[in-house]
Nanobody
Framework: QVQLVESGGGLVQAGGSLRLSCAASGSIFAINAMGWYRQAPGKQRELVATITDAGGPNYVASVKGRFTISRDNTKSTVALQMSSLKPEDTAVYYC?????????WGKGTLVTVSS
């Protein structure tokens, strides 16, 4: 089992920046992918960015050039640096980890971008 705890959400004005962090604990040795998803009110959860053992980071088109995902070598933390934030980035952001068999999710952290 893997436990994920997010931090760093909050309220920011459009054009501002926020950094989200996620701390993983438990069977982190088995993790081969980590990332961030988000769910806006009334919308489905969508992938924001992921990073895997096999390849580099992957971003949804709407955040490319504005968001940067990073992960430490111990696989215990993953971060999402968000810049040039837009009101449409407002959502609950969920940390994700996968080991090839199971998916793990954090409880989410709210990011609100005011116009």
């Amino acid at each position: 089992q893997v436990q994920l705890v997010e931090s760093g959400g909050g309220l920011v004005q459009a054009g501002g920046s926020l950094r989200l962090s996620c701390a993983a604990s438990g069977s982190i040795f088995a993790i081969n992918a980590m990332g961030w998803y988000r769910q806006a009110p009334g919308k489905q959860r969508e992938l924001v960015a992921t990073i895997t053992d096999a390849g580099g980071p992957n971003y949804v088109a709407s955040v490319k050039g504005r968001f940067t995902i990073s992960r430490d070598n111990t696989k215990s933390t993953v971060a999402l640096q968000m810049s040039s934030l837009k009101p449409e980035d407002t959502a609950v952001y969920y940390c994700y980890a996968g080991d090839g068999f199971l998916d793990y999710w954090g409880k989410g952290t709210l990011v609100t971008v005011s116009s």
